[in-house]
Protein backbone atom coordinates (compact mmCIF):
# COMPACT_ATOMS: atom_id res chain seq x y z
CA UNK A 1 0.00 0.00 0.00
CA UNK A 2 2.24 2.93 -0.89
CA UNK A 3 1.04 6.08 0.00
CA UNK A 4 3.08 8.51 -2.54
CA UNK A 5 1.62 6.96 -5.95
CA UNK A 6 -1.97 5.53 -6.67
CA UNK A 7 -1.45 2.85 -9.60
CA UNK A 8 -2.85 3.63 -12.72
CA UNK A 9 -5.24 0.39 -12.73
CA UNK A 10 -7.16 2.25 -9.32
CA UNK A 11 -6.57 5.91 -10.79
CA UNK A 12 -8.73 5.18 -14.05
CA UNK A 13 -11.58 3.67 -11.58
CA UNK A 14 -11.93 7.35 -9.68
CA UNK A 15 -13.99 10.07 -10.09
CA UNK A 16 -12.83 13.16 -11.69
CA UNK A 17 -12.10 15.91 -9.20
CA UNK A 18 -9.40 15.14 -6.74
CA UNK A 19 -5.72 15.52 -6.63
CA UNK A 20 -3.75 12.54 -7.84
CA UNK A 21 0.22 11.58 -7.97
CA UNK A 22 1.26 9.03 -10.53
CA UNK A 23 4.62 7.41 -11.17
CA UNK A 24 5.52 4.69 -14.15
CA UNK A 25 7.03 4.77 -17.68
CA UNK A 26 6.51 6.93 -20.94
CA UNK A 27 5.10 5.27 -23.52
CA UNK A 28 4.88 7.64 -25.81
CA UNK A 29 4.20 12.09 -26.01
CA UNK A 30 2.89 14.49 -28.55
CA UNK A 31 1.63 17.89 -28.87
CA UNK A 32 2.32 21.95 -29.78
CA UNK A 33 3.55 25.10 -28.44
CA UNK A 34 0.35 24.85 -26.44
CA UNK A 35 -0.54 21.61 -25.02
CA UNK A 36 1.64 18.16 -24.91
CA UNK A 37 -0.06 14.56 -23.99
CA UNK A 38 2.00 11.97 -22.45
CA UNK A 39 0.81 8.42 -22.47
CA UNK A 40 2.20 6.89 -18.87
CA UNK A 41 1.97 2.98 -18.18
CA UNK A 42 3.07 1.58 -14.23
CA UNK A 43 2.82 -1.76 -15.44
CA UNK A 44 -0.44 -2.27 -13.05
CA UNK A 45 -2.81 -2.60 -16.49
CA UNK A 46 -2.36 -2.44 -19.83
CA UNK A 47 -3.95 0.93 -20.04
CA UNK A 48 -2.13 4.20 -19.67
CA UNK A 49 -3.45 7.32 -17.85
CA UNK A 50 -2.96 10.17 -20.10
CA UNK A 51 -1.60 13.14 -18.71
CA UNK A 52 -2.14 16.35 -20.52
CA UNK A 53 0.58 19.47 -19.52
CA UNK A 54 -0.53 22.56 -20.41
CA UNK A 55 2.56 24.64 -21.85
CA UNK A 56 1.69 27.94 -20.09
CA UNK A 57 2.61 25.66 -16.61
CA UNK A 58 5.18 23.97 -18.24
CA UNK A 59 8.19 25.24 -20.07
CA UNK A 60 9.23 23.48 -23.34
CA UNK A 61 12.75 22.79 -21.29
CA UNK A 62 11.08 20.89 -18.70
CA UNK A 63 9.28 18.24 -20.83
CA UNK A 64 12.37 17.56 -23.13
CA UNK A 65 13.97 15.04 -20.63
CA UNK A 66 10.31 13.35 -20.95
CA UNK A 67 10.82 10.90 -23.64
CA UNK A 68 9.37 7.28 -24.34
CA UNK A 69 10.96 4.76 -21.46
CA UNK A 70 11.36 7.91 -19.26
CA UNK A 71 10.64 7.13 -15.36
CA UNK A 72 8.63 10.43 -14.13
CA UNK A 73 6.31 10.89 -10.95
CA UNK A 74 3.56 13.21 -11.96
CA UNK A 75 0.85 15.80 -10.30
CA UNK A 76 -2.24 16.59 -10.70
CA UNK A 77 -6.14 17.03 -11.19
CA UNK A 78 -7.92 14.43 -11.95
CA UNK A 79 -10.07 15.45 -14.64
CA UNK A 80 -13.02 13.87 -17.36
CA UNK A 81 -11.67 13.09 -20.56
CA UNK A 82 -12.80 13.38 -24.23
CA UNK A 83 -10.23 12.36 -26.35
CA UNK A 84 -9.40 8.92 -24.91
CA UNK A 85 -10.73 5.56 -24.44
CA UNK A 86 -10.37 6.27 -20.77
CA UNK A 87 -12.89 8.14 -18.69
CA UNK A 88 -10.25 10.42 -16.73
CA UNK A 89 -6.92 12.45 -17.10
CA UNK A 90 -4.48 13.71 -15.06
CA UNK A 91 -3.92 17.06 -16.15
CA UNK A 92 -0.73 17.79 -14.46
CA UNK A 93 0.78 20.73 -12.09
CA UNK A 94 3.94 19.04 -11.31
CA UNK A 95 6.26 16.64 -13.06
CA UNK A 96 9.84 15.35 -12.19
CA UNK A 97 11.98 13.44 -13.73
CA UNK A 98 13.32 10.18 -12.14
CA UNK A 99 15.30 8.70 -15.27
CA UNK A 100 15.75 9.87 -18.73
CA UNK A 101 15.80 7.17 -21.38
CA UNK A 102 18.32 8.77 -24.10
CA UNK A 103 16.19 8.19 -27.77
CA UNK A 104 18.85 7.80 -29.51
CA UNK A 105 20.01 4.52 -27.57
CA UNK A 106 16.55 2.83 -25.81
CA UNK A 107 15.94 0.27 -28.24
CA UNK A 108 11.83 0.48 -27.05
CA UNK A 109 11.02 3.00 -29.40
CA UNK A 110 8.58 2.07 -31.85
CA UNK A 111 5.81 -0.27 -31.30
CA UNK A 112 5.48 -3.58 -33.47
CA UNK A 113 8.91 -5.27 -32.88
CA UNK A 114 9.43 -9.05 -33.72
CA UNK A 115 9.21 -11.39 -30.90
CA UNK A 116 12.86 -12.39 -32.15
CA UNK A 117 14.00 -8.81 -31.04
CA UNK A 118 12.52 -8.40 -27.87
CA UNK A 119 13.82 -12.01 -26.60
CA UNK A 120 17.60 -10.54 -27.47
CA UNK A 121 16.28 -7.45 -25.34
CA UNK A 122 14.88 -9.77 -22.32
CA UNK A 123 16.12 -7.92 -19.84
CA UNK A 124 13.68 -4.88 -21.10
CA UNK A 125 10.74 -6.42 -22.79
CA UNK A 126 8.45 -6.51 -19.32
CA UNK A 127 8.52 -2.40 -20.49
CA UNK A 128 6.18 -3.44 -23.47
CA UNK A 129 2.23 -3.72 -23.88
CA UNK A 130 2.74 -7.65 -24.68
CA UNK A 131 4.82 -8.69 -21.99
CA UNK A 132 3.13 -6.80 -19.17
CA UNK A 133 0.09 -8.89 -20.27
CA UNK A 134 2.12 -11.69 -20.05
CA UNK A 135 3.71 -11.23 -16.61
CA UNK A 136 0.70 -10.23 -15.45
CA UNK A 137 -1.52 -13.08 -16.74
CA UNK A 138 1.59 -15.80 -15.32
CA UNK A 139 1.08 -14.15 -11.79
CA UNK A 140 -2.89 -14.73 -12.02
CA UNK A 141 -2.97 -18.77 -12.80
CA UNK A 142 -0.20 -19.04 -9.92
CA UNK A 143 -2.43 -17.21 -7.42
CA UNK A 144 -5.42 -19.89 -9.06
CA UNK A 145 -3.60 -22.43 -8.94
CA UNK A 146 -2.37 -22.12 -5.75
CA UNK A 147 -6.48 -21.23 -4.96
CA UNK A 148 -7.65 -24.28 -6.41
CA UNK A 149 -5.75 -26.77 -4.74
CA UNK A 150 -6.80 -24.81 -1.09
CA UNK A 151 -9.95 -24.45 -1.87
CA UNK A 152 -10.32 -28.15 -2.99
CA UNK A 153 -8.58 -29.48 0.49
CA UNK A 154 -4.73 -30.02 -0.92
CA UNK A 155 -1.81 -29.68 0.63
CA UNK A 156 1.43 -27.83 -1.04
CA UNK A 157 4.17 -29.94 -0.56
CA UNK A 158 7.61 -28.86 -1.34
CA UNK A 159 9.72 -31.50 -3.34
CA UNK A 160 13.17 -30.80 -3.61
CA UNK A 161 14.91 -29.11 -6.05
CA UNK A 162 18.31 -30.64 -5.86
CA UNK A 163 17.53 -34.82 -5.48
CA UNK A 164 19.60 -37.93 -5.91
CA UNK A 165 16.73 -39.94 -7.36
CA UNK A 166 16.49 -39.53 -11.23
CA UNK A 167 12.41 -39.62 -10.97
CA UNK A 168 11.47 -42.25 -13.86
CA UNK A 169 14.32 -40.85 -16.00
CA UNK A 170 11.53 -38.61 -17.35
CA UNK A 171 14.20 -36.72 -18.80
CA UNK A 172 18.03 -35.84 -18.89
CA UNK A 173 19.34 -34.67 -15.77
CA UNK A 174 21.78 -31.27 -14.93
CA UNK A 175 24.35 -32.44 -12.60
CA UNK A 176 24.95 -30.75 -8.98
CA UNK A 177 28.78 -30.56 -8.30
CA UNK A 178 30.74 -28.69 -6.25
CA UNK A 179 33.82 -30.68 -6.66
CA UNK A 180 36.69 -29.03 -8.83
CA UNK A 181 36.05 -30.10 -13.00
CA UNK A 182 40.14 -29.77 -13.68
CA UNK A 183 40.44 -32.56 -11.07
CA UNK A 184 38.29 -34.49 -9.44
CA UNK A 185 38.99 -37.20 -6.78
CA UNK A 186 38.77 -40.53 -8.59
CA UNK A 187 38.51 -43.93 -7.32
CA UNK A 188 40.67 -46.57 -7.70
CA UNK A 189 39.43 -47.45 -11.26
CA UNK A 190 39.52 -43.87 -12.73
CA UNK A 191 35.96 -43.03 -12.26
CA UNK A 192 34.83 -39.95 -10.11
CA UNK A 193 34.58 -40.31 -6.21
CA UNK A 194 31.24 -38.95 -5.49
CA UNK A 195 31.67 -39.46 -2.18
CA UNK A 196 34.01 -36.54 -1.47
CA UNK A 197 31.38 -34.35 -3.35
CA UNK A 198 28.80 -31.66 -1.78
CA UNK A 199 26.53 -34.54 -0.57
CA UNK A 200 28.59 -37.30 -0.27
CA UNK A 201 26.76 -38.49 -3.29
CA UNK A 202 26.11 -37.89 -7.14
CA UNK A 203 23.22 -35.24 -7.18
CA UNK A 204 20.87 -33.50 -10.05
CA UNK A 205 18.34 -30.47 -10.48
CA UNK A 206 15.34 -32.47 -10.33
CA UNK A 207 13.12 -33.15 -13.45
CA UNK A 208 9.54 -33.82 -11.41
CA UNK A 209 8.50 -33.93 -7.96
CA UNK A 210 6.06 -36.80 -8.16
CA UNK A 211 8.55 -39.55 -6.61
CA UNK A 212 8.19 -37.23 -3.54
CA UNK A 213 5.08 -36.48 -4.55
CA UNK A 214 3.67 -40.23 -3.83
CA UNK A 215 5.50 -40.34 0.15
CA UNK A 216 2.80 -36.85 0.37
CA UNK A 217 -0.03 -38.43 -0.90
CA UNK A 218 0.43 -41.57 0.87
CA UNK A 219 0.30 -39.65 4.16
CA UNK A 220 -1.53 -36.51 3.69
CA UNK A 221 -4.26 -37.20 1.38
CA UNK A 222 -4.52 -34.97 -1.45
CA UNK A 223 -0.93 -32.91 -2.37
CA UNK A 224 0.40 -30.68 -4.77
CA UNK A 225 3.66 -29.70 -6.22
CA UNK A 226 4.35 -26.48 -7.95
CA UNK A 227 8.06 -24.97 -8.53
CA UNK A 228 10.70 -25.14 -11.23
CA UNK A 229 11.95 -28.56 -12.78
CA UNK A 230 14.68 -29.10 -14.98
CA UNK A 231 15.51 -31.20 -18.01
CA UNK A 232 19.39 -31.20 -20.09
CA UNK A 233 17.36 -32.06 -23.32
CA UNK A 234 18.75 -30.94 -26.30
CA UNK A 235 15.06 -29.83 -27.38
CA UNK A 236 15.31 -26.72 -29.55
CA UNK A 237 11.33 -26.54 -29.76
CA UNK A 238 8.23 -23.71 -29.08
CA UNK A 239 7.63 -26.03 -26.54
CA UNK A 240 10.41 -26.86 -24.95
CA UNK A 241 12.80 -25.04 -22.02
CA UNK A 242 15.38 -26.27 -19.79
CA UNK A 243 13.93 -24.87 -16.92
CA UNK A 244 10.31 -24.54 -16.59
CA UNK A 245 7.78 -25.00 -13.67
CA UNK A 246 5.48 -27.66 -12.90
CA UNK A 247 2.45 -28.74 -11.06
CA UNK A 248 1.91 -32.28 -9.91
CA UNK A 249 -0.72 -33.35 -7.97
CA UNK A 250 -0.79 -36.58 -6.38
CA UNK A 251 -4.27 -38.03 -5.02
CA UNK A 252 -4.76 -41.12 -2.64
CA UNK A 253 -7.68 -43.81 -3.13
CA UNK A 254 -7.52 -41.75 -6.94
CA UNK A 255 -7.95 -44.26 -9.62
CA UNK A 256 -7.17 -42.98 -13.41
CA UNK A 257 -10.71 -42.00 -14.17
CA UNK A 258 -11.03 -39.45 -10.99
CA UNK A 259 -7.44 -38.41 -11.93
CA UNK A 260 -9.07 -37.49 -15.16
CA UNK A 261 -11.93 -36.02 -13.72
CA UNK A 262 -9.58 -33.70 -11.90
CA UNK A 263 -7.51 -32.73 -14.31
CA UNK A 264 -10.29 -31.49 -16.96
CA UNK A 265 -12.12 -29.45 -13.76
CA UNK A 266 -8.81 -28.12 -12.67
CA UNK A 267 -7.83 -26.91 -16.23
CA UNK A 268 -11.14 -25.23 -17.20
CA UNK A 269 -11.21 -23.58 -13.69
CA UNK A 270 -7.78 -22.03 -14.53
CA UNK A 271 -8.95 -20.69 -18.11
CA UNK A 272 -12.29 -19.73 -16.85
CA UNK A 273 -10.33 -17.81 -14.05
CA UNK A 274 -8.45 -16.16 -16.61
CA UNK A 275 -11.28 -15.05 -18.71
CA UNK A 276 -12.87 -13.92 -15.30
CA UNK A 277 -9.68 -11.89 -14.10
CA UNK A 278 -7.40 -11.28 -16.62
CA UNK A 279 -9.91 -9.56 -19.27
CA UNK A 280 -7.83 -6.26 -20.29
CA UNK A 281 -4.98 -8.26 -21.08
CA UNK A 282 -6.45 -11.44 -22.80
CA UNK A 283 -8.34 -8.80 -24.66
CA UNK A 284 -5.13 -7.02 -25.77
CA UNK A 285 -3.63 -10.30 -27.13
CA UNK A 286 -6.55 -11.41 -28.66
CA UNK A 287 -6.24 -8.23 -30.48
CA UNK A 288 -2.36 -7.98 -30.88
CA UNK A 289 -1.36 -11.81 -31.00
CA UNK A 290 -3.80 -14.17 -32.25
CA UNK A 291 -7.59 -13.05 -32.99
CA UNK A 292 -9.16 -16.25 -32.13
CA UNK A 293 -7.77 -16.93 -28.93
CA UNK A 294 -11.22 -15.86 -26.47
CA UNK A 295 -12.91 -17.82 -29.24
CA UNK A 296 -10.65 -20.59 -28.01
CA UNK A 297 -10.62 -20.51 -24.32
CA UNK A 298 -14.01 -19.93 -23.78
CA UNK A 299 -14.33 -23.44 -26.25
CA UNK A 300 -12.45 -25.80 -23.74
CA UNK A 301 -14.45 -24.39 -20.97
CA UNK A 302 -18.23 -25.27 -22.51
CA UNK A 303 -16.29 -28.71 -24.16
CA UNK A 304 -16.36 -32.23 -22.67
CA UNK A 305 -12.87 -33.44 -23.57
CA UNK A 306 -12.98 -36.38 -25.86
CA UNK A 307 -11.14 -39.77 -24.09
CA UNK A 308 -10.46 -42.48 -25.98
CA UNK A 309 -7.33 -44.65 -25.71
CA UNK A 310 -4.36 -44.63 -27.14
CA UNK A 311 -5.00 -48.09 -29.62
CA UNK A 312 -8.14 -45.79 -30.78
CA UNK A 313 -5.77 -43.25 -31.63
CA UNK A 314 -3.71 -44.57 -33.42
CA UNK A 315 -6.22 -46.05 -35.61
CA UNK A 316 -7.89 -43.08 -36.25
CA UNK A 317 -4.37 -41.70 -37.36
CA UNK A 318 -3.24 -44.24 -39.68
CA UNK A 319 -6.82 -44.24 -41.27
CA UNK A 320 -6.34 -40.31 -41.62
CA UNK A 321 -4.17 -40.76 -44.99
CA UNK A 322 -2.25 -38.17 -43.50
CA UNK A 323 1.05 -37.72 -44.57
CA UNK A 324 2.73 -36.93 -41.19
CA UNK A 325 6.66 -36.55 -40.67
CA UNK A 326 6.96 -39.64 -38.49
CA UNK A 327 4.89 -42.72 -39.09
CA UNK A 328 2.61 -44.24 -37.10
CA UNK A 329 1.90 -47.43 -36.21
CA UNK A 330 1.04 -49.23 -32.77
CA UNK A 331 3.66 -48.96 -30.18
CA UNK A 332 5.17 -45.54 -31.04
CA UNK A 333 5.35 -42.48 -29.03
CA UNK A 334 3.10 -39.97 -30.40
CA UNK A 335 5.08 -36.55 -31.71
CA UNK A 336 3.25 -33.09 -31.55
CA UNK A 337 1.83 -33.39 -35.44
CA UNK A 338 -0.17 -36.92 -33.93
CA UNK A 339 -1.55 -35.35 -31.14
CA UNK A 340 -2.38 -31.85 -33.05
CA UNK A 341 -3.90 -33.76 -35.44
CA UNK A 342 -6.29 -35.65 -33.50
CA UNK A 343 -7.25 -32.13 -30.98
CA UNK A 344 -7.67 -30.00 -34.39
CA UNK A 345 -7.87 -32.11 -37.10
CA UNK A 346 -10.37 -34.48 -35.72
CA UNK A 347 -11.93 -33.97 -32.92
CA UNK A 348 -11.49 -30.09 -32.95
CA UNK A 349 -11.96 -30.27 -28.69
CA UNK A 350 -9.36 -31.15 -26.18
CA UNK A 351 -8.24 -35.00 -26.11
CA UNK A 352 -7.47 -37.35 -23.27
CA UNK A 353 -5.92 -40.39 -23.98
CA UNK A 354 -5.46 -42.90 -21.59
CA UNK A 355 -3.72 -46.44 -21.87
CA UNK A 356 -0.44 -46.47 -23.41
CA UNK A 357 2.16 -48.73 -24.50
CA UNK A 358 3.82 -49.68 -21.37
CA UNK A 359 7.40 -49.40 -23.42
CA UNK A 360 6.88 -45.68 -24.17
CA UNK A 361 6.03 -44.73 -20.48
CA UNK A 362 7.52 -44.86 -17.26
CA UNK A 363 7.93 -47.74 -14.45
CA UNK A 364 5.15 -46.41 -12.10
CA UNK A 365 2.15 -46.51 -14.11
CA UNK A 366 -0.50 -49.02 -12.90
CA UNK A 367 -0.46 -52.21 -15.59
CA UNK A 368 -3.58 -52.88 -17.17
CA UNK A 369 -4.93 -56.67 -17.30
CA UNK A 370 -3.97 -56.78 -21.09
CA UNK A 371 -0.34 -56.73 -19.69
CA UNK A 372 0.81 -54.50 -22.92
CA UNK A 373 -0.48 -51.05 -21.77
CA UNK A 374 -0.49 -48.70 -19.05
CA UNK A 375 -3.00 -46.75 -17.06
CA UNK A 376 -1.39 -43.49 -18.49
CA UNK A 377 -3.27 -40.38 -19.52
CA UNK A 378 -2.17 -37.40 -21.50
CA UNK A 379 -4.27 -34.48 -22.40
CA UNK A 380 -4.01 -32.90 -25.64
CA UNK A 381 -4.27 -29.07 -26.56
CA UNK A 382 -4.78 -27.51 -29.41
CA UNK A 383 -1.82 -25.53 -30.60
CA UNK A 384 0.26 -27.41 -27.90
CA UNK A 385 -0.18 -30.96 -28.37
CA UNK A 386 0.61 -32.62 -24.67
CA UNK A 387 -0.53 -30.41 -21.76
CA UNK A 388 -0.69 -32.65 -19.44
CA UNK A 389 1.22 -36.47 -18.65
CA UNK A 390 -0.24 -38.64 -15.76
CA UNK A 391 -1.16 -41.77 -14.48
CA UNK A 392 -2.35 -44.13 -12.19
CA UNK A 393 0.82 -45.56 -10.10
CA UNK A 394 1.02 -49.04 -9.51
CA UNK A 395 0.97 -49.67 -5.89
CA UNK A 396 1.85 -53.38 -5.90
CA UNK A 397 5.07 -53.75 -4.36
CA UNK A 398 6.11 -57.09 -6.80
CA UNK A 399 4.45 -55.67 -9.92
CA UNK A 400 6.38 -52.64 -9.32
CA UNK A 401 9.63 -54.08 -8.34
CA UNK A 402 8.70 -56.22 -11.54
CA UNK A 403 8.84 -53.35 -13.85
CA UNK A 404 11.65 -51.43 -12.10
CA UNK A 405 13.78 -55.22 -12.79
CA UNK A 406 12.45 -54.83 -16.61
CA UNK A 407 13.72 -51.59 -17.07
CA UNK A 408 17.33 -51.89 -16.13
CA UNK A 409 16.38 -49.50 -13.29
CA UNK A 410 18.56 -49.68 -9.55
CA UNK A 411 15.73 -51.05 -6.99
CA UNK A 412 18.65 -50.43 -4.32
CA UNK A 413 18.25 -46.56 -5.14
CA UNK A 414 14.28 -46.03 -5.44
CA UNK A 415 14.20 -48.51 -1.64
CA UNK A 416 12.60 -45.35 -0.22
CA UNK A 417 9.99 -45.21 -2.46
CA UNK A 418 9.34 -49.11 -2.44
CA UNK A 419 8.71 -48.19 1.13
CA UNK A 420 5.60 -46.58 0.34
CA UNK A 421 4.12 -49.85 -1.06
CA UNK A 422 5.58 -52.00 1.70
CA UNK A 423 4.39 -50.21 4.04
CA UNK A 424 0.10 -49.28 3.60
CA UNK A 425 0.53 -49.13 -0.01
CA UNK A 426 -3.16 -47.82 -1.59
CA UNK A 427 -4.93 -46.85 -4.86
CA UNK A 428 -3.15 -43.26 -5.94
CA UNK A 429 -2.86 -41.18 -9.20
CA UNK A 430 -1.64 -38.09 -10.62
CA UNK A 431 -0.35 -35.74 -13.06
CA UNK A 432 1.59 -33.25 -13.95
CA UNK A 433 0.82 -29.91 -15.84
CA UNK A 434 3.41 -27.61 -17.62
CA UNK A 435 2.95 -24.00 -16.33
CA UNK A 436 4.53 -22.40 -19.54
CA UNK A 437 2.47 -24.99 -21.67
CA UNK A 438 -0.87 -23.57 -19.96
CA UNK A 439 0.59 -20.01 -20.71
CA UNK A 440 1.43 -20.72 -24.10
CA UNK A 441 -2.19 -21.78 -24.20
CA UNK A 442 -3.93 -18.81 -22.41
CA UNK A 443 -2.04 -16.25 -24.03
CA UNK A 444 -2.05 -17.51 -27.37
CA UNK A 445 1.82 -16.95 -27.55
CA UNK A 446 3.76 -19.39 -30.27
CA UNK A 447 6.78 -19.82 -28.44
CA UNK A 448 7.25 -21.12 -25.10
CA UNK A 449 10.17 -18.76 -24.22
CA UNK A 450 7.75 -16.10 -24.65
CA UNK A 451 5.66 -16.80 -21.73
CA UNK A 452 8.65 -16.93 -19.06
CA UNK A 453 10.18 -13.78 -18.12
CA UNK A 454 13.65 -15.61 -17.94
CA UNK A 455 13.64 -18.37 -20.59
CA UNK A 456 16.65 -21.06 -20.21
CA UNK A 457 17.42 -23.28 -23.48
CA UNK A 458 20.28 -24.79 -24.85
CA UNK A 459 22.93 -22.63 -25.06
CA UNK A 460 21.23 -19.96 -23.71
CA UNK A 461 21.07 -18.56 -20.20
CA UNK A 462 21.11 -14.52 -19.66
CA UNK A 463 20.94 -12.58 -17.10
P1 LIG B 1 7.09 -33.90 -24.19
O1 LIG B 1 6.74 -35.25 -24.72
O2 LIG B 1 6.21 -32.80 -24.70
O3 LIG B 1 8.54 -33.55 -24.27
P2 LIG B 1 7.11 -35.19 -21.63
O4 LIG B 1 6.18 -36.30 -21.93
O5 LIG B 1 8.57 -35.41 -21.61
O6 LIG B 1 6.78 -33.95 -22.62
P3 LIG B 1 6.31 -35.17 -18.87
O7 LIG B 1 7.52 -35.79 -18.31
O8 LIG B 1 5.08 -35.97 -19.01
O9 LIG B 1 6.68 -34.47 -20.28
O10 LIG B 1 6.03 -33.80 -18.06
C1 LIG B 1 4.74 -33.37 -17.68
C2 LIG B 1 4.37 -32.05 -18.36
O11 LIG B 1 5.41 -31.10 -18.23
C3 LIG B 1 4.15 -32.17 -19.85
O12 LIG B 1 2.84 -32.59 -20.12
C4 LIG B 1 4.38 -30.75 -20.31
O13 LIG B 1 3.24 -29.94 -20.08
C5 LIG B 1 5.47 -30.26 -19.38
N1 LIG B 1 6.82 -30.34 -19.96
C6 LIG B 1 7.58 -31.43 -20.13
N2 LIG B 1 8.78 -31.15 -20.63
C7 LIG B 1 8.81 -29.80 -20.78
C8 LIG B 1 9.80 -28.88 -21.23
N3 LIG B 1 11.02 -29.30 -21.62
N4 LIG B 1 9.50 -27.56 -21.23
C9 LIG B 1 8.28 -27.15 -20.82
N5 LIG B 1 7.30 -27.96 -20.37
C10 LIG B 1 7.55 -29.28 -20.35
MN1 LIG C 1 4.36 -36.81 -20.89
Redesign the pocket.
Known amino acids: MTKSRTRIIDLLKMQAGVTVQAKGWVRTKRGNKNIAFIALNDGSTIHNVQIVCDMSVFTEEQLRPVTTGACIRVKGELVPSVGTQQSVEIKASEIEVYGTADPAVYPLQKKGHSMEFLREIAHLRPRTNTFGCIFRIRHAMAYAIHKYFNDNGFVYLHTPIITASDCEG??AMFQVTTLDLKNPPKEKDNSIDYSKDFFGRQTSLT??GQLEGELGALALGEIYTFGPTF?A?N?NTP????E?W?IEPEMAFYDIVDNMDLAEDFIKYLVKYALENCAADIGFLNNMIDKDLINRLEGVCDTEFVRLTYTEGIEILTASGQDFEYPVSWGVDLQ?EHERYLVEKHFKRPVILTDYPKEIKAFYMKENPDGKTVRAM?ILFPKI?????GSQREENLETLRRRIVEMNMSEESLDWYLDTRRFGTAPHSGF???F??LLLFITGMAN?RDVIPFPRTPKSAEF
Do not use: K, P, T, Y
Request: no cysteine; net charge negative.
Open positions: AGVSRESRHLAFMSDGEIIGGLGERI
